[in-house]
């Protein structure tokens, strides 16, 4: 059983017994859907839906209505702006495909991270906890997971935070980077292509966007 269809039935059990679904449980629930609709639905849409749709030569919005137990049905409009009138709209899209220079990897700036030593970044938290693992990459991930993947991906919208031209978090799997993404579950994947001084920087961005009081130090800092 996944996590979204457990949350499903801890609404159902709260709504039987006649008890207050709280606005967490809700908002998680919404973030669910929406990383399932990227992961799932958009690829096949892309696939089968665009080809379809390429004899169609003016622009027009189709609009699914989907109720759980009855058929799917399909609205079309002309109007492109028609979700200024839906203030709950939200459009939901893959990470664009990243575009890289082939050139020869002596001369690629991408790949020219002057490393440090594998374990040199230690994280503190507020409430006392320490990461500081044996791989700067891994005490990244940590860091991500303890603040939460979907509160870090937000951050990394709204700054616009990229290692190698590739989100932090992404839901794309890169063509050249895609081995050094970790797969952070529900289709979400941290890119740790970066020296430590960038991962500390990184860090550090999200804790002020968020609040949240981190501290990072190197060990040549310490």
């Known amino acids: 059983m ?24 809700v908002k998680e629930v919404n973030e669910l859907e929406e990383e399932l609709i990227k992961k799932e639905i958009l690829p096949i849409l892309t696939k089968n839906i665009e080809p379809a749709l390429q004899p169609v030569q003016r622009e027009l919005v189709l609009v699914v209505d989907y109720i759980p137990g009855q058929p799917i049905s399909v ?15 939200k459009e939901i899209v893959v990470d664009p495909e990243v575009t890289h220079h082939q050139r020869d990897n002596h001369n690629e700036n ?16 507020p409430d006392g906890t320490i990461i500081a693992e044996k791989k700067a990459v891994d005490t990244l991930y940590k860091v991500v997971k303890k603040i939460g993947v979907a509160e870090v991906r937000r951050v990394v919208e709204e700054k616009n935070l990229k290692f190698c031209k590739v989100p932090v978090i992404s839901n794309r799997r890169d063509e050249k980077y895609g081995r050094s993404q970790k ?40």
């Open 2 to 25: 996944s996590r979204l269809d457990k949350l499903y039935d801890t609404m159902a059990n709260l709504k039987e017994l006649g008890l207050t679904i709280n606005e967490d449980l």
């Open 75 to 89: 609205h079309l409009s002309r109007k492109r702006n028609f979700t200024a009138d839906m203030p709950d709209a």
């Open 110 to 125: 991408d790949d020219k991270i002057l490393r440090g030593p594998a374990r040199d970044m230690t994280v503190f938290f």
């Open 183 to 222: 797969d952070l579950g529900d289709g979400w994947l941290l890119i740790t292509h970066s020296n430590n001084p960038m991962k500390k920087e990184f860090i550090e961005k999200v804790s002020e966007a968020l609040h949240l009081g981190i501290k990072v130090t190197l060990n040549d800092n310490v």
